[in-house]
T-cell receptor, first 110, second 117 residues
Framework: DQQVKQNSPSLSVQEGRISILNCDYT??????FLWYKKYPAEGPTFLIS?????DKNEDGRFTVFLNKSAKHLSLHIVPSQPGDSAVYFC?????????FGRGTSLIVHP | DVKVTQSSRYLVKRTGEKVFLECVQD?????MFWYRQDPGLGLRLIYF???????EKGDIPEGYSVSREKKERFSLILESASTNQTSMYLC????????????????FGEGSRLTVL
């Protein structure tokens, strides 16, 4: 059974608008949460993370929100740019091995 | 700059062939991982290693084996390739942060696209 779920396989957004990618998890023992970005034919790269003791972490255009009671996290990208078009993986863990979601493909239209 | 290097970006092999995928990291990381990525299935862990000569099965180890003879090198072996092993293979490494606590941040190589005919 999936412990980390990304229920939207794809998302399409207009350039300049906000992109919101969602992720749900089931394991309350997870104490770190991350987002990775992956372009075709490249390896994933780390984007932003948040620990379980926080509810928000911001890095430039990227903000991750954590709602522990709902076991839900989200990634906000504001403003979205065409170069943000990629697959985004949510990951969570409590050991050194994170569990990945299946990814959401974001397309940002000019 | 941190670097995880996978030896082959693209490979084409025939069913039944033995396949070696090599991965080298230059960050002195303790942990190394092999994943495969398939559309709609995300990243699935095949094997991981937390030390030299140590290996642990991940979620989908069947049909694969690994070798870690040196800290910087982690090899994935397909003893007899099959068409259902056509995939993108990703190597990654990690290390506990300065506080000694794992953060889950993995450093990935660029991937090896394997096609088995």
């Amino acid at each position: 059974d999936q412990q980390v779920k990304q229920n939207s396989p794809s998302l399409s957004v207009q350039e300049g608008r906000i992109s919101i990618l969602n992720c749900d998890y089931t394991n309350s023992m997870f104490d770190y949460f991350l987002w990775y970005k992956k372009y075709p034919a490249e390896g994933p790269t780390f984007l932003i993370s948040i620990s379980s003791i926080k509810d928000k972490n911001e890095d430039g255009r990227f903000t991750v929100f954590l709602n522990k009671s709902a076991k839900h996290l989200s990634l906000h990208i504001v403003p979205s740019q065409p170069g943000d078009s990629a697959v985004y993986f949510c990951a969570a863990g409590g050991s050194y091995i994170p569990t990945f979601g299946r990814g959401t493909s974001l397309i940002v239209h000019p | 700059d941190v670097k995880v290097t996978q030896s082959s970006r693209y490979l084409v092999k025939r069913t039944g062939e033995k396949v070696f995928l090599e991965c080298v990291q230059d960050m002195d990381h303790e942990n190394m991982f092999w994943y495969r990525q398939d559309p709609g299935l995300g990243l699935r862990l095949i094997y991981f290693s937390y030390d030299v000569k140590m290996k642990e099965k991940g979620d989908i180890p069947e049909g694969y084996s690994v070798s870690r003879e040196k800290k910087e090198r982690f090899s994935l072996i397909l003893e007899s390739a099959s068409t259902n092993q056509t995939s993108m293979y990703l190597c990654a490494s990690s290390s506990p942060g300065t506080s000694g606590k794992n953060t889950g941040e993995l450093f990935f190589g660029e991937g090896s696209r394997l096609t088995v005919l």
